[in-house]
Structures are given as C-alpha cells and as structure tokens.
C-alpha cells in the first residue's frame, strides 16, 4: 500500500506483525470469534441472492458464512489489508463461484456505487484513520436502503476475554499505556454514542446498537494460552521483559485455569451488535 494512503499504518501492522501470527493462529481464533460473528450475520439477515460486501474479512470465515447464506444466485466480496490473511481465506475459498477476496481499503477503495445490497464486518471496521469517511464510503457502496451490520467490542472492562491475561501480568510487569479513546483500535467503538455519531456522519441512517454478551473460547487452556502470548498486548510486553517470561505464563496460566470446563476455557464477552440502512 502507498505509505500516504489513510491507513497505511494499518496495512504495515496487519501484513508485517499481526496478520503473519493470525494466519497461523486462524483456527483458534475464528473458534473464539465464531459466536460473536453468527450474531451480527444474524441481525444483517442476509437473503439469497444478495450481494454482500464483507469489511475487514481477515482469514475468510464470515465470508464463507455469508456465501452459503447467499447461495449460488448470491455473491460476497471480502476486503482486507492483509496479505497473510487473504492467502487464508482464497485457499478456504476454493472452487466456490460466489465469494472472492480483494486486498484493499474500505475507506478508500473506488467500490462500484450502489452495488451491494448489503454489507458487513466482524471485527474489521474499529481500526479506520477517518471512520466517517469510511461509512461514507461503504455506504456509498451499497443501493438506496442497503442494510449494514457489525459486531465490535464494548469497553475492555468488560471483556475479560480480551484482558485476563494481561490483568494477571500486571503483577510483574507495567502494562502498555491505555489508548486514547477513539483512537483506532480493537476497543475504538466501546461508546454507542460515538458509534452513533460516526455511522451517521457517514450518511447511514436507522442506527440501531444492542448488545450482545456470551462466554467466548478458542480452546482447551494451552491453546488459550498460547493465543494470549502471540495475539495482543502481552506477547510484546514479554519480549520488552524476557526475565519475567516464566513468572508471567504461570501466572496467566493459573488465571485462565479457574475458567476451565468440559469445553475449553470460556471468558465473558460484551460486543454491540449494530445496524444501520443506506437511504432509501
């Protein structure tokens, strides 16, 4: 990506650090996501037929969730800026006519107007440099009355799935700074109002923000584990402080044990599922 585009800082994170441990992580990570993605898929409806435009596709899975939902008369476009993650998702796309994958800028990307019927994301639009500009530019993308749905974190606090790790860290080691609110970010979205704002802003209209909580997992407590060291703020914490490697696994690892069940370890989540319309 041109190192001027509006989120070029985005693109050299999601194809040189994160997208590389995400595509090797993809499994675990769409099992902890999976739930929060079936919600908003949900509350978009999508029809057979429809042409959907995915936002922030990553590896795929929602993509594919979407397609079968659409069928074969029924189309679905993802976009991302990651490399990593797109070579994922056209694999697990193979031999399917009614999905492919683009890399690509939502906020900037000359989409042909008002040509989707609806459009989507789980967890890819919270990371926009001008996030009313973005929404201006996918509601452009969809026809008069396009259907638009979301999901995306609520504050951290509540997201014990999110922070355990880093809360039993703190024992030994300073956490990052706190973003600023607003800034992008996996959390950028946690204020409705904001959301609200920005969504209208952008030209949507009939905002809707309801929440949605559920116990989330990627797997049995090593599996958990070994996510939390690679994906987040902990893994580069760890690497700033090698000599307390060790205290700080055991402690994150006992934390994540007093959660452990038959399925897995399982966290509290709290998303927003949010929807809007293109004008009519």
């Not at 920005?198 to 997992?217: H, Y």
Request: glycine share 10%; with cysteine.
């Amino acid at each position: 990506m041109n190192p001027s585009a509006p989120n070029a800082a985005q693109a050299a994170y999601w194809n040189e650090q994160a997208g590389p441990s995400w595509a090797e992580l993809q499994s675990p990570l769409d099992r902890q996501l999976a739930p929060l993605g079936a919600r908003a898929i949900e509350a978009l409806a999508p029809r057979p037929g429809e042409r959907i435009l995915d936002i922030g596709c990553g590896a795929g899975a929602a993509s594919l969730d979407l397609a079968r939902a659409v069928g074969a008369s029924g189309s679905v476009l993802g976009v991302d800026l990651s490399r990593p993650l797109l070579d994922i998702a056209r694999k697990r796309a193979d031999g399917l006519a009614n999905v492919r994958f683009e890399e690509a800028d939502a906020q900037a990307y000359p989409f042909e107007p008002a040509s989707f019927d609806a459009a989507f994301s789980r967890f890819g639009v919270m990371f926009f440099s001008d996030p009313p500009a973005a929404f201006a530019n996918i509601r452009r993308a969809l026809k008069p009355g396009g259907r638009l749905a979301f999901v995306c974190w609520r504050e951290a606090a509540l997201n014990p799935a999110m922070t355990l790790a880093m809360m039993a860290a703190v024992a030994y080691v300073e956490p990052p700074p706190p973003p600023q609110p607003g800034a992008p970010g996996p959390f950028a979205f946690a204020d409705p109002d904001h959301v609200r704002g920005i969504l209208e802003a952008g030209g949507l209209t009939n905002v809707s923000i309801t929440s949605f909580e559920t116990k989330i997992g990627s797997g049995d407590l090593e599996t958990t584990l070994g996510l939390s060291l690679r994906v987040g703020p902990l893994g580069a914490v760890l690497r700033e402080h090698p000599d307390k490697r060790e205290a700080v696994i055991d402690a994150v690892r006992e934390a994540y044990r007093a959660h452990e069940g038959p399925d897995g370890v399982k966290l509290d989540s709290a998303t927003w599922i949010v929807t809007a319309r293109a004008p009519g």
